[in-house]
C-alpha cells in the first residue's frame, strides 16, 4: 500500500477516488450511488457499524416528503426508487402500496385516499399538524439499509464502515481526502472530490470552516417487542381519557376502528397515556421528566407483528447547543435515560406491555437542526428566505429542487438549490448536503435528493476534471434525468 506523510506522521493510502463521500445516511448513500452510477469511483465512508443515518432511526418517512400538495411526485429519482426497493422487501407500512400513485398524480391525493377507502385520513400538507399517515409511514429499517447495502454492491461502491474521518487532508484551500481512524491505525484515502454528507457540516468544520446552526431537537424511537396489542385497545376502550389515534384528524380512537386497522396489517400511531402517567408519578416522581411542558401526550407507534416504539422526546433535550460537547453530551445522556424509563412506565402501567421488551437503542440519537432563515454564510450561495418561501429563484445554476415544509412557510411545490448553495466558501474540492448548505431543509427524502444531486455535481466534475464552481449545471441535470 503506498503512503503518504501527514503531519508528520507517515499513513497507508487506503484508496485513491474519484468520489469520496462520507456519512452513510440516507442523503450520503444516494450521493454515492449517484456517483458511481455517473462512472466515478466512488467509496463511501460511515463512522458506524450501521448504514442509513437517521432514515433508518425516526419513523418519519412519509409521501408527504415525496409529492406536492396537489399529489404530484417531487422527489424522484434514487430516494423513491430506494423506497421502493425497500417496499418490496416487505414489513413495512401497507399504505405505502394501498395508495395509487397515478391516481394521486393525476386526480390529487383525495382522490387517491377515497379510492383507498381512507376518506378520513388527512395529509398533513392541508392540516399541519403531524397526525396523519402522511407524515410517518414505516419504513422497515432492516429492509431500507439491505436494499443500501444491495444497491452500493450493484453500483461497485466500497463502503467502510465502523471508520469515522477525523480530519481532511488539505492543501492550500483544497481538499484532496480525508483521514479515518480504523480499530488500530489511522489511514489517508485521497480523492479528486468529497461529499460532505454528515448533516453537521463535519468536514468543512475540519476544514475550519463551521456549520452556523448549532441548536437543534432530539428524540428518538425506542423499539420494542412482544406488546399484546388487542390487551392494549381493551384498555384503552375500559378508560376514558383524551386517546388520540393520528391516522383520524380530530377523531378520538376508536377501539373497534383500531382493531380492523391493526387486523389490516396497519400500524397505529397511539396518543394518550396521561392519567396512567400521573397515576405511576404519584408513586414514583421519577417518571414527572416524561411530561412535556407544552403538555403533549405520550406516543406508542404499533407497527406490527407484536412490535412498536415509544417516541422518546423530552424538554431536556428539545433544544441543544450541539456545538459544545459538555452540552450535548448532558442531552444524549438525559435522552437515553428517559429510554429506559419510557419503557419502565409502559411494561408497569400499561396493560399490554407487561411482557414487552426494550430491543437495541441506535448508536446515535437522532437530531433535527432547528429550522432557520438565518443565513449561514458558510455556501458561495446563501437561498434566500423568499426562495424558501415562494419557490422562485433567479439562481442560473439550480441543480435540483426539495420539497417544501408546511409548518416553517417552505413552498410546497418545492424550493430550488443552485450549485453554488452545495460549495463551501474558501474551500475546493468539497460538496456539502444537508442542513448546512440548504439551510431550511427538513424532509429525510429532500436530503437523499439533495445527497444524489451532489454525488452528481461530485462525479461530472471529478470526470470533466472541471474546477466544481465551473462544473456544467446543464450536465448534472442531465445525469440527474438520465436515472429516472
Ligand atoms: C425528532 C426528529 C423529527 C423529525 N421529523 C421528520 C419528519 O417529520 N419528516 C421528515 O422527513 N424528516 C424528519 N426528520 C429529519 C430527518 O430525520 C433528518 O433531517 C434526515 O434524516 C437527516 O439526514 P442526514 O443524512 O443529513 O443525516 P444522518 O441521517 O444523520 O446521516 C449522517 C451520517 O453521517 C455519519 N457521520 C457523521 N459524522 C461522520 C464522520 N465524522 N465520519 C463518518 N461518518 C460520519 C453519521 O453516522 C450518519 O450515518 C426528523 C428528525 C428528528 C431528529
Known amino acids: 500500500m503506498e503512503t503518504m506523510v501527514y503531519n508528520g506522521e507517515t499513513l497507508p493510502v487506503l484508496a485513491d477516488l474519484d468520489v469520496l463521500v462520507v456519512g452513510g445516511g440516507f442523503p450520503g448513500i444516494c450521493a454515492a450511488l449517484a456517483a458511481a452510477r455517473a462512472g466515478a469511483k466512488c467509496m463511501l465512508v460511515e463512522r458506524y457499524a450501521v448504514l442509513g443515518g437517521q432514515a433508518a432511526e425516526i419513523d418519519t418517512w412519509g409521501i408527504d416528503g415525496f409529492v406536492n400538495a396537489e399529489g404530484k411526485l417531487l422527489i424522484d429519482g434514487l430516494p423513491w426508487e430506494i423506497l421502493h426497493r425497500a417496499l418490496a422487501e416487505g414489513q413495512s407500512d401497507p399504505l405505502w402500496t394501498r395508495l395509487d400513485m397515478a391516481l394521486m398524480e393525476k386526480e390529487g391525493i383525495p382522490a387517491a385516499l377515497h379510492a383507498a377507502q381512507l376518506d378520513e385520513y388527512v395529509p398533513y400538507c392541508n392540516t399541519g399538524t403531524f397526525m396523519n399517515p402522511f407524515n410517518d409511514q414505516y419504513v422497515n429499517p432492516n429492509a431500507y439499509r439491505y436494499v443500501a447495502h444491495s444497491m452500493l454492491m450493484e453500483a461497485d461502491v466500497q463502503v467502510l464502515m465502523e471508520t469515522p474521518v477525523i480530519d481532511v487532508i488539505m492543501d492550500d484551500c483544497q481538499i484532496k481526502g480525508i483521514i479515518v481512524q480504523a480499530f488500530f491505525r489511522r489511514f489517508a484515502l485521497l480523492a479528486r472530490r468529497t461529499v460532505d454528507a454528515t448533516q453537521n457540516g463535519a468536514l468543512s468544520a475540519m476544514a475550519g470552516h463551521p456549520f452556523q446552526h448549532p441548536r437543534a431537537y432530539m428524540g428518538t424511537l425506542t423499539r420494542v417487542a412482544n406488546v399484546d396489542v388487542l390487551k392494549l385497545i381493551a384498555f384503552i376502550r375500559a378508560n376514558d381519557e383524551d386517546w388520540f389515534l393520528r391516522p383520524m384528524k ?30 405511576a408519578i404519584g408513586k414514583h416522581p421519577t417518571y414527572a421528566s416524561l411530561k412535556r411542558n407544552n403538555g403533549d401526550p405520550l406516543f406508542f407507534f404499533y407497527e406490527r407483528d407484536s412490535i412498536g416504539s415509544y417516541w422518546t422526546f423530552g424538554d431536556a433535550f428539545a433544544d441543544v447547543d450541539t456545538s459544545d460537547p459538555l452540552l450535548y453530551s448532558q442531552a444524549v445522556v438525559a435522552a437515553r435515560k428517559q429510554q429506559w424509563l419510557m419503557h419502565k412506565f409502559f411494561r408497569d402501567y400499561i396493560p399490554g406491555f407487561e411482557h414487552a421488551h426494550l430491543m437495541d437503542v441506535y448508536s446515535n440519537i437522532s437530531k433535527a437542526y432547528m429550522q432557520s432563515m438565518e443565513p449561514s454564510g458558510l455556501t458561495e450561495y446563501d437561498i434566500t428566505e423568499a426562495e424558501i418561501r415562494t419557490g422562485r429563484t433567479e439562481q442560473p445554476d439550480v441543480v435540483t429542487i426539495i420539497r417544501g415544509h408546511p409548518n416553517a412557510g417552505q413552498n410546497q411545490d418545492g424550493w430550488a438549490i443552485p450549485l453554488r448553495a452545495l460549495i463551501p466558501k474558501g474551500l475546493d474540492h468539497l460538496v456539502l448536503t444537508g442542513k448546512p448548505a440548504c439551510r431550511m431543509i427538513h424532509y429525510i427524502a429532500s436530503c437523499a435528493k439533495v445527497g444524489e444531486a451532489a454525488g452528481v455535481v461530485a462525479a461530472v466534475s471529478a470526470l470533466d476534471a472541471t474546477p466544481l464552481r465551473e462544473t456544467s449545471v446543464a450536465k448534472v441535470i442531465e445525469v440527474l434525468k438520465r436515472r429516472k
Do not use: Q, T, W, Y
Not at 377501539?255 to 397505529?268: Q, T
Open 250 to 279: 380530530g377523531k378520538k380512537a376508536d377501539p373497534d376502528e383500531m382493531i380492523r386497522l391493526v387486523e389490516g396489517g396497519n400500524p397505529l400511531a397511539i396518543h394518550g397515556f396521561m392519567k396512567s402517567l400521573e397515576f
